[in-house]
């Protein structure tokens, strides 16, 4: 199945609106609430946007959102798609390319995550310093990329490089001064929709893997090779305890994401203003 | 992908034609390991061509048969012939025979298979009974729109083999005079066999044994809410530092000397589960 060009979806969403967002923000899973908060909005379902695939994850919507927040212009993807749903890389990333036409110069990702990090506990918040890329799968933008967008991710060799910077510092400094319980850390992106087994958590530990999810790296790795180095939140929605057993529970999932959305609103807003 | 319910019915219809008996308990056996299905009382065999949606075999010594009959007088299906990611067979169309067991009203899922052991305690012809599993593939059966009729969108797996079951093989083993360790399978793609460095990465990340097949299948097992016991044949070492080539005869000949062994633990598996309420 071959996408259609970004651009299409681009003259479709301008026949909707005018904005021309700064950020792009995507919601992940139980984090919808925050789209709510969005002023001045105006919603597109998927479903109408050319390309765009429809979202079957509970907990997700499934509609770009644009409007503004602290005075900032941005476009909220309200649901994203996964690799589990059974979507190609490609169809993952699109909504991306999209964005990154609409205007936007800053990426902030944000998703659900089991805690592999013993330190960590329920309703913590970690910000992406690295990830492992177990999701397969090849990064494969809908047009030919330009001499700086294939030198975008070859350049970066350094992982401390590949997450914003300047976003991230922010983001921490943030968390200090409003006390909330943010860390940098290592994410591990797997394929799912399996939750792990203990002897999968016991890898994913010696792996140096701090949090585990099924999401967020093929759109950061797309806003990257296209020239934005993204910020990535993931919410620690459950702790792995491969010693002693415990079933998780999506819906659980989902309560904490609800939670902790209150912290996750006042990073964003706080970083909103310091743009 | 939701047309996999009605695949289900269709092959369950067929089946229950020639086999009208409830099975209890349903036994996938692996590579080198079909002789297990002599030991059954055999009511019907069912060639898979036979057998809507089912896929065909094309590994070696695998047969490709469903035989339906009686083992220690409890009525089982047994899979002669099993599919593996590394023949090309799509995960969904290699687990479909699970969820159809399932919808047969089969109550116990025994797996088995030859694999190649990482733990230096244990030999070439031992058995293991699986206490966990690592899914290295890089594919899950479960990937696309989840159809919540079949079983949950994100099945949690704390607990892929039955805890029970795995204390009851490992006793089922001591009353035989059986060494059956307990363990933790990992499952590559394959078709190679790995190099050394891959080996202690393997041992490195907590398996004792690697194979390339079952955890497909234990995930669907999982999925549907089927009982699963898993047992690993060891027919190698695969120890790096002391690393020989593998001999596919020695290896198939292995596989024969241990093939008494697990058929009397499946068999003594079998029999408790006919006295048991599983569910």
Redo the contacts between chains.
């Keep these: 199945m071959t996408t259609p060009p970004p651009s299409e979806a681009y003259h479709f969403i301008k026949t909707r609106t005018a904005s021309v967002p700064r950020l792009g923000l995507i919601l992940g899973s139980g984090l919808g609430g925050l789209a709510s908060k969005i002023e001045n909005r105006i919603e597109i379902p998927y479903r109408e946007i050319p390309g765009f695939q429809s979202t079957?994850?509970?907990g997700h919507q499934g509609c770009l959102i644009f409007g503004s927040l602290e005075g900032v212009s941005l476009v909220v993807m309200a649901g994203r798609f996964h690799?589990?749903?059974?979507y190609s890389t490609q169809q993952v990333t699109f909504p991306v390319e999209v964005m990154k036409l609409l205007g936007i110069e800053e990426l902030v990702i944000t998703n659900a995550s089991g805690g592999i990090n013993p330190q960590l506990k329920v309703g913590d918040i970690i910000i992406l310093r690295d990830h492992i890329n177990w999701l397969?799968g090849v990064l494969s933008p809908s047009r030919k990329m330009n001499a700086q967008e294939e030198w975008n991710l070859a350049t970066h060799r350094h992982a401390s490089d590949f997450y914003s910077r300047k976003l991230s510092e922010q983001a921490l400094g943030i968390a200090r001064q409003n006390d909330l319980p943010v860390f940098p850390g290592t994410y591990l992106g797997t394929?799912?929709?399996?939750?792990?087994?203990?002897?999968?958590y016991?890898?994913m530990k010696?792996?140096g893997a701090d949090v585990v999810g099924m999401s967020s790296i093929p759109e950061a790795l797309m806003g990257k090779q296209l020239g934005i180095d993204p910020l990535v939140l993931s919410i620690v929605t459950n702790v792995a305890t491969p010693d002693q057993?415990?079933?998780?529970?999506?819906d659980e999932v989902l309560l904490v994401g609800q939670k902790t959305s209150v912290f996750v609103e006042i990073l964003i807003r706080n970083l909103l203003q310091s743009l | 992908m939701l047309d996999l319910y009605d695949k289900i019915q269709d092959a369950c219809r067929t089946i229950r034609e020639r086999f009208p008996i409830k099975p209890k308990v349903a036994i996938i056996l692996g590579t080198g390991l079909g002789d297990l299905t002599e030991e059954i009382d055999v009511e019907v065999t069912i060639d898979y061509e036979d057998i809507p949606h089912f896929p065909k075999s094309t590994a070696t010594s695998h047969r490709g048969r469903l035989v339906c009959g009686h083992l220690a007088g409890v009525p089982v299906v047994a899979m002669e012939g099993r599919f593996h990611l590394y023949e090309g067979y799509p995960l969904k169309l290699i687990t479909l025979p699970v969820r159809v067991f399932k919808e047969l009203g089969v109550e116990l899922l025994v797996v088995s298979n030859a694999c190649g052991g990482l733990n230096p305690y244990f030999n070439a012809g031992d058995l293991m009974v699986i206490e966990d599993q690592i899914n290295l593939l890089g594919d899950n059966p479960l990937i696309g729109i989840n159809d919540d009729r079949l079983g949950p969108r994100f099945p949690d797996m704390c607990e892929p083999y039955d805890q029970s079951w795995v204390d009851r093989t490992i006793k089922l083993g001591r009353d035989l005079d059986l060494t059956i360790h307990k363990g933790v399978f990992v499952a590559v793609a394959g078709p190679n066999l790995e190099t050394r460095a891959e080996y202690r990465f393997l041992r490195t990340i907590g398996a004792d044994v690697v194979g390339m097949s079952t955890v497909p299948e234990t995930i669907v097992a999982v999925h549907c809410g089927l009982k699963t016991v898993g047992i690993s044949v060891i027919t190698d070492m695969c120890l790096p530092d002391a690393l020989k080539p593998a001999n596919v005869q020695e290896i198939i000949a292995v596989a024969g000397r241990a093939a008494p062994n697990l058929q009397a633990v499946v068999r003594g598996i079998v029999q408790e589960a006919g006295t048991d309420r599983i569910a």
Excluded: C, F, K, W
């Excluded at chain 1, 690799?83 to 059974?86: F, Q």
């Design positions: 079957h994850a509970v690799r589990y749903e059974g397969g394929l799912g929709p399996t939750y792990e087994t203990r002897s999968e016991r890898m010696v792996m057993q415990n079933i998780a529970d999506h």
